[in-house]
């Protein structure tokens, strides 16, 4: 139990002083980068930009990652479910069926809200 | 090992980035076949900046900014078009692998903007929203031309030495997201000699835009593209001018070696609705001349 804790105060030690060099190296590269003012402006092809690019936009993509979610959550159920349905047979058959229902009612849903429509 | 090591790193092709000069655009796309040169989308990927031709007055602060843009130690090349600028950037390399030639920054180091803010973190006004931290202002929400949702609009000047663009074309833009919302043509691009609107030299253009180098490189040597899916690659129906002539007629004739009669539209009316690779694909879907034409045109009109 003492030979445990000494190696894992070493090793704690050993990866405390790799963390501190790896941090000194990145503050010493941070030092020597030329990064200057011309350099940290935004690439425009030689132009300007008028207002900062902190801005909000509109992620089109979101109703497509809430269908992907959707899907993704019913493949994660069927895992452990694979399990208990051996278990239990038809009893986990009809409510694996109810589930997989319930979640393309929220896709026809969806489809009919036209989610499915890339603009 | 030393030295075969800088043999080894001398065979690796010189990365330029072009400035493109008036009646240089044909000059500067035959390096894209030329050995031992890599033209780069952007000055930071870039050794060398290959400045060709005579830069008019008005696009030198732009010229500067992009030179800046290049990441030291970095050399300028002047280069007028004749023969093959390859030996010459291979010894401006090794002159600045000996930390000879070295070209220092031609823009003060100080923010393009003075600082205006009020807050400590540059937040200038309330939360997101107005200030002008360091001179310029936040995005501030306009009308989204799609779904009324209106968010934050982003406004600034593209060009002239934008690579996806006609050189010399100064495009003045608000976008929202990708979407361009307003346009306005802020300087037409330069004049090019005749080759630049040649068919073969306007396809590979419209094909080295779709990523398709190999296809691009076989078409600006005279021979078929060899790839089926070249025009298929471009949206259908996009850039319609007219009923049936969308970009990839245009892109179908062109490989055809038809140089077509194509009328180039206002940019400044043709962008607005377009997500940014759309109004790429379009403006490059005309030939330099024409596009130039048209901006004159629209200015003259402006003016009248």
Known sequence: MRRFRTVSVVVFIIYLAAALVLALMFRAAG????????????????????????QRFHFRAYTMTLVFIAFEMEMMFMYPWAVVFVEEGVKAMAEMGMFLAILSIGILYGWREGIFAWE | M?????????????SVYPCIGPEMLPAVEALWQARGIRLSATPRDAEILLVA??????????L???????????????????????????????????????????????????????????????????????GRPMAMTDDDLRDGLALDAYSAQFGPFAPMLPPGLVLDLTLQGDVI?????????????????????CAARL?????????????????????????????????????GADIRSRLRGWLADEPGTYQ??????????????EAVLTLASYTPDALRLACLAAAEGRAA
């Open chain 2, 207 to 243: 094909l080295r835009l779709l990523g398709l180098d190999g296809p691009a490189a076989r078409v600006a040597a005279g021979r078929s593209p060899n790839a089926f899916f070249a025009v298929r690659a471009v949206p259908a129906g996009l850039g319609a001018a007219a009923p």
């Open chain 1, 31 to 54: 030092y020597w980068r030329a990064d200057t003012a011309p350099q940290a402006a935004p690439f425009l092809g030689g132009g300007t930009a008028r207002t900062h690019a902190w």
């Open chain 2, 53 to 62: 031709g005579e830069i008019p007055d008005d696009a030198r602060p732009a």
């Open chain 2, 264 to 277: 180039a539209p206002d940019p400044a009316q043709m962008l607005p609705g377009l997500e940014w690779h």
């Open chain 2, 64 to 134: 500067d900014r992009v030179h800046d843009q290049v990441p030291p130690p970095r050399a300028v090349h002047h280069w007028a078009g004749d023969g093959d600028p390859h030996d010459a950037l291979v010894a401006l390399r090794d002159r600045l692998a000996r930390g000879e030639g070295l070209s220092p920054d031609r823009q003060p180091d100080e923010p393009p903007n003075e600082w205006r803010g009020k807050g400590d973190n540059g937040q200038g006004g309330k939360g997101m929203m107005g200030g002008v931290p360091y």
């Open chain 2, 181 to 201: 919302v307003k346009a306005a043509v802020a300087a037409p691009p330069f004049p090019q000699p005749p080759e630049a609107s040649r068919p073969a030299a």
């Open chain 2, 2 to 14: 030393g030295v075969n090591l800088v043999s080894l790193a001398r065979r690796a092709p010189v």
